[in-house]
T-cell receptor
Framework: DTAVSQTPKYLVTQMGNDKSIKCEQN?????MYWYKQDSKKFLKIMFS???????INETVPNRFSPKSPDKAHLNLHINSLELGDSAVYFC??????????FGPGTRLTVT | SQQGEEDPQALSIQEGENATMNCSYK?????LQWYRQNSGRGLVHLIL?????REKHSGRLRVTLDTSKKSSSLLITASRAADTASYFC??????????FGAGTTVTVRA
């Protein structure tokens, strides 16, 4: 049973396009996160939702918009994609102040 | 900005040897966590150590925490080829998020 799943695993698209990444967790956690990992493996948090409410919104361009339709889902929509958006995006979930469970990642390549 | 910074950036050891990596951080923490990432995969949680704990063990892993020096270490004993991965420390600083370091890449040679 997959705990945190993401789709798609790979996403190749052109500059200027709009794309979405979906995330689902079946662990019953209240909190979900989106992270971006760059080519140097540096992992930075982008957003966090707790019970469908946005609690963390780091300095991320407003082209990135998270949406949480329910506690088990946190999707990431990206408008007007740029070359610099190329990275691996990870979804994660947890109970607050506890370990996080990560999805397998979505490798986004913008050409 | 990064909270945790790992040292060394890369480590190559022979199978059976021990591997030690260190993490330094800047602000007060609630807890510190270590994660492993195999190539092309997501992060997997290894150990969580709370700010009032000094040492924790899990199988072949040993984590220490020195809050006075704002540092932690992860020791992997009797390493195996399957331990080849990147290891990250992450700090929870009472702000509902984890701040990750840049990681230590460990290569275990057969």
């Amino acid at each position: 049973d997959t705990a945190v799943s993401q789709t798609p695993k790979y996403l190749v698209t052109q500059m200027g396009n709009d794309k979405s990444i979906k995330c689902e967790q079946n662990l019953g956690h209240d909190t979900m996160y989106w992270y971006k990992q760059d080519s140097k493996k540096f992992l930075k948090i982008m957003f966090s939702y707790n019970n469908k409410e946005l609690i963390i919104n780091e300095t991320v361009p407003n082209r990135f918009s998270p949406k949480s339709p329910d506690k088990a889902h946190l999707n990431l929509h990206i408008n007007s994609l740029e070359l610099g958006d190329s990275a691996v995006y990870f979804c994660a979930s947890s109970d607050l102040e506890s370990q996080q469970y990560f999805g397998p990642g979505t490798r986004l390549t913008v050409t | 900005s990064q909270q945790g910074e790992e040292d060394p950036q890369a480590l190559s050891i022979q199978e059976g040897e021990n591997a030690t990596m260190n993490c330094s951080y800047k602000t007060s923490i609630n807890n510190l966590q270590w994660y492993r990432q195999n190539s092309g995969r997501g992060l997997v949680h290894l150990i969580l150590i709370r700010s009032n704990e000094r040492e924790k063990h899990s199988g072949r892993l040993r984590v220490t925490l020195d809050t006075s020096k704002k540092s932690s270490s992860l020791l992997i004993t009797a390493s195996r080829a399957a331990d080849t991965a990147s290891y990250f420390c992450a700090t929870d600083s009472f702000d509902y998020k984890l701040s990750f370091g840049a990681g230590t890449t460990v290569t275990v040679r057969a």
